[in-house]
């Protein structure tokens, strides 16, 4: 993926107010960057793996999170990081990676991340979302597929996209609102790492036929104004 290519894409036509993520599975910890914050042994807890997302795109961090460094079964789970889930939460097969696979989830404002990653995630308004489903759908004939079960999105964002090769629209889990700080109006778009110059390229394309982000409303008319604004004719 050409990062540079798709961050100044997504900062021009839709105009993020969060960094899009970078993220990448990694096998062993010698392939995380030297500069890559681990939050138990750099902030002094665990986190969950929405909540490093949030930092990672409200703050700018490069994060690196391990199993030791999560502390919600829902991220455990879909890491690999643990292989089996207790009854009363029932999580789905195809939100796990292979249960010892990976080592660390790795993250990065997509401007700053020095490594390829598997996927790419932004954060935004229904508005921002539906033109990134644009530049997918109609810009370069992409399946996007809608995942609205508000469960463990961080399965949604990390292992659906990387396995099904397919762009996903995202529901915000109730756990991403608590602990990723995801806001009422915030939806969720995530990118495999082969569809990103096709996303940037979606934008643009779409942006020419008229599709914008501030989505332009229709203002080419006569104004239907209640009759205490009209101004009196003459008699």
Not at 107 to 124: K, L, N, Q, R, W
Not at 128 to 157: E, F, N
Request: hydrophobic share 40%.
């Amino acid at each position: 993926m050409d990062l540079k290519q798709v961050e100044e894409a997504l900062a021009h036509f839709i105009r993020y107010q969060t960094f899009p993520v970078a993220l990448k599975l990694c096998q062993s910890e010698g392939e995380l960057p030297e500069k890559a914050r681990m939050p138990v042994r750099d902030l002094g807890h665990q986190v969950t793996l929405c909540q490093a997302i949030g930092l990672t795109r409200r703050f700018g961090w490069t994060l690196a999170v391990g199993r030791d460094d999560q502390s919600c079964l829902g991220g455990a789970l879909t890491m690999g990081f643990v292989a089996g889930s207790p009854q009363s939460f029932p999580f789905p097969d195809e939100k796990r990676l292979e249960a010892g696979k990976y080592s660390h989830l790795l993250m990065a404002p997509i401007g700053s991340a020095t490594f390829e990653p598997d996927v790419v995630v932004v954060y935004g308004s229904s508005a921002q979302v539906m033109r990134l489903s644009h530049a997918a759908a109609m810009g370069g004939g992409l399946q996007v597929s809608a995942r609205g079960t508000g469960l463990a999105d961080c399965g949604d964002v990390v292992t659906l996209t990387a396995h099904s090769g397919q762009c996903q629209f995202i529901l915000p889990s109730g756990g991403d609102r608590v602990f990723g700080s995801t806001q009422d109006h915030e939806v969720i778009f995530a990118i495999p790492a082969n569809q990103g110059e096709t996303i940037a390229a979606g934008l643009a394309s779409t942006h020419k036929m008229g599709f914008r982000y501030p989505v332009l409303t229709d203002l080419h008319h006569s104004p239907a104004l209640p009759p205490f604004l009209k101004i009196p004719k003459d008699d």
